[in-house]
């Protein structure tokens, strides 16, 4: 049972352009959410995070909006860069598992110079 | 301030073998974390350590284990080693000031590969 999903494995967009990274969770526990960059062989570095009493949080070029009611979380990122190329999970915390991290499958994008 | 690191960052053994990796959390980071990173099982949980006591654990065999010693570093062990172990074990720190709502910052990991 997947209670973080990520439903596009992958993702391209030409540079410049506007990124949309998409995720569905269910388990309406979930309070906080996270968005991690990662590459091949390397530890995730973390982006950006949004708790639950928020619809939006914004760090630069990135933006992430949660829609409780529908479940979803968007990873905004404008403009895209070829240095964003790279795989991307959505991560969720319950409030009441401590600090477990649950990860959504990730999905790969490619920023296309 | 210093990032988490995690040693070996490469490792080779062999079935039936046992494995110990180490991570040594951010400065003033009393939480750690481990996940396991598979191509079919994505990235899952295994344990979170706190003020050297287990406070959560992930759906894993009894074959993975692991502790905090009192200045937050962690170890994890994995005995009876299975080809399916071959994975990237990461590790990651919190502060922990309160039980949740908080970020994560992982170290690069340990690749693990058994033969």
């Known amino acids: 049972d997947q209670q973080v999903k990520q439903n596009s494995p992958s993702l391209s967009v030409q540079e410049g352009r506007i990124s949309i990274l998409n995720c569905d969770y269910t388990?309406?526990?979930?309070?906080?959410f996270l968005w991690y960059k990662k590459y091949p062989a390397e530890g995730p570095t973390f982006l950006i995070s949004i708790s639950s009493i928020k619809d939006k949080n914004e760090d630069g070029r990135f933006t992430v909006f949660l829609n409780k009611s529908a479940k979803h979380l968007s990873l905004h990122i404008v403009p895209s860069q070829p240095g964003d190329s790279a795989v991307y999970f959505c991560a969720a915390i319950s409030n009441n598992a401590g600090n477990m991290l649950t990860f959504g499958g990730g999905t790969r994008l490619m920023v296309k110079p | 301030k210093a990032g988490v690191t995690q040693t070996p960052r490469y490792l080779i053994k062999t079935r039936g073998q046992q494995v110990t990796l180490s991570c040594s959390p951010i400065?003033?980071?009393?939480?750690v974390s481990w996940y396991q990173q598979t191509p079919g099982q994505g990235l899952q949980f295994l344990f979170e350590y706190f003020s050297e006591t287990q406070r959560n654990k992930g759906n894993f065999p009894g074959r993975f284990s692991g502790r905090q010693f009192s200045n937050s570093r962690s170890e994890m062990n994995v005995s009876t080693l299975e080809l399916g172990d071959s994975a990237l074990y990461l590790c990651a720190s919190s502060l922990a000031t309160s039980a949740s709502q908080e970020t994560q910052y992982f170290g690069p990991g340990t690749r693990l590969l058994v033969l």
């Open positions: 388990n309406s526990m979930f309070d906080y």
């Open positions: 400065s003033g980071h009393r939480s």
